[in-house]
């Protein structure tokens, strides 16, 4: 009878020690302090159950387990119907609903720390252990309740910030399995007429496969068709064909400027008539456009944290002297390149001692690094940075209601490699044969055709490495004598014979040269170095251009358009 008598008396000693610390010694005091901490850590509740308020520790006890099994489901639902989360997590009534949710957790759990610091009554405690516990509970406080509390007003602010950009139309249905997007890099920079397209991009993407197609449209394309449908068959039935007035990137500001009529009922005109070219000039059609103001880019690489990829040659662009910080002339070197928004921007938009076509290929490059380090974890993180950067950056006609699914399916494209087609060189032909100058649409249509029907055969994604034979082009050859005629503006370019007369754009002779490649061959890939055999190094660079050494330039930057994201 002594033994189970100790026993009962030790067991009621260590639960007095637990509900009445006054009889506790010192040491029994600061475990008591922190195991109450580690219950509203834990088990939020558990310290109201154990020494407090039973009433108030069930009811917290319950949300807990309701928490509990919430984030569970979530976490199941992520790999195995990542769709339906995301589309429910981008509602936004569910999106307000989740932001008061969050709200009230972080009220309730900084009900309960209160209430848990009333109950090991610090007054109680050894000097020593007060200020370190102290310390603690306020850190695990705000914690706890300040990051639920932030997490309901980021969750709200990305609510609004999603109204802001997205529509509120019906969702989109694919076209024979297919997602078509109109991706637009807007400019609106020093010395130009109104916006013009400073990069056209179609995204076509395989609704079941998620594999993804990029066509490139070069700005200086001429002759693009429309869709039998748009209203712009009215001024220019066969085409955007007024000669070199008529290069793809005017078209936005002159239907801004003349022709926003045909589309009564359209938000933005230009981007209308753009889809309307981008579809007909394609033969495929558009589901919805992205445009992205080009000088605001950078924020959102910033917003993603930058990108990394690997440059096949000297990329020139302009910014701080290494040494002297002075503002000028400056060049990427080949190899692995950590680019942030600023430095992507010039990266892509760069194209002296180069031309169009290599521009082109190092936009697609940064897209393709972008779309590579997107994710739902990269959104997840950066959500703040990422939606503040895109309420003022973007526009676009996609229904928030799909952007979770939409969403899902950029992530399953991450895991294939995107083919790619240009409208002009290396896909069809050389610079010098002029084929975005005088395109043959039974062609591109052709090649359209090709890619998408050997999407998954698991041949080389990339199109300009395709046989030889299906290189042979059939462009007619241009009636100017040289390459000087065939830029300058102020010459009648060469029309077909089909073309209506109509209304001409008045656009400054700069801006069509400034938009018009080089037609040179580029030079043949070569070891470039310097005089006494060294390799080249960009302070080198920098001086060769203030001496004017252009062929020297031109041979380093040769090989800038072999771009590809780091792995």
Known sequence: MITPSIT?????????????????????????????????????????????????????????????????????????????????????????????????????????????????????????????????????????????????????????????????????????????????????????????????????????????????????????????????????????????????????????????????????????????????????????????????????????????????????????????????????????LELDGDDALSFARSRDFSHDYARIERQQCVQQAMIGQFSPQTLLTRFTEMMAAGENLVDTNLPQSQLGSLLDLAADAQEHEPQRLTLGAPDFGRSGDLFSTYPDFDQIHSRVDELIAREGEGEDDDASEDDADQQEETVPEPETDSEEEQETPEEDAPEEETQPPGPTPDHSDEAVADDEPEEEAEPEPSEVTQPDGSPLTELYLIEAQQRGEVGLLERAANGNGDCSPAD
């Open 8 to 336: 009962y008396h030790q067991f009621q000693d260590g639960n007095d020690a637990l509900r009445n610390p006054r009889s506790a010694t010192e040491r029994e005091r600061t475990k008591r302090a922190c195991v109450l901490i580690l219950l509203t850590l834990l088990v939020p509740g558990g310290a109201q159950v154990t020494v407090g308020s039973r009433r108030l520790g069930r009811v917290a006890l319950a949300v807990t387990v309701g928490c509990w099994f919430t984030a569970l489901l979530g976490f199941a639902m992520y790999f195995t119907m990542r769709s339906v989360l995301l589309s429910a997590l981008t509602q936004p009534f569910l999106m307000w609903a989740a932001s008061v949710i969050l709200a009230f957790l972080a009220v309730g759990w900084l009900v309960l720390w209160l209430d848990t610091f009333r109950l090991i009554r610090f007054g109680q405690l050894p000097p020593g252990s007060k200020p370190i516990l102290a310390v603690v509970m306020v850190a695990l406080m705000v914690l706890t309740s300040g990051g639920l509390g932030y997490a309901a007003y980021i969750l709200n602010e990305g609510r609004q910030a999603l109204a802001g950009i997205f529509s509120a139309g019906p969702a989109i249905s694919a076209d024979e399995g297919r997602y078509n997007f109109l991706l637009i890099g807007a400019d609106a920079g020093e010395g130009r007429q109104g916006l013009r397209p400073d990069s056209i991009h179609v995204v076509s993407v395989n609704q079941s496969s998620a594999e993804t197609i990029i066509f490139s449209i070069p700005r200086n394309f001429q002759n693009a068709q429309f869709s039998e449908d748009s209203p712009m068959q009215e001024v220019y039935p066969n085409g955007y064909n007024c000669g070199n007035e008529c290069i793809i990137n005017f078209l936005y500001t002159e239907v801004h400027n003349s022709y926003s009529h045909l589309y009564p009922e359209a938000e933005d005109p230009g981007v209308e008539a753009m889809i309307d070219a981008a579809s007909g000039t394609l033969d495929l059609r558009m589901h919805g456009y992205v445009m992205v103001d080009m000088d605001g880019f950078s924020e959102l690489i910033d917003a993603m944290g930058g990108i990394t990829v690997e440059s096949g040659g000297w990329v020139p662009y302009r910014g701080r002297h290494p040494e002297t910080n002075e503002w000028g002339d400056r060049w990427f070197e080949p190899g692995t």
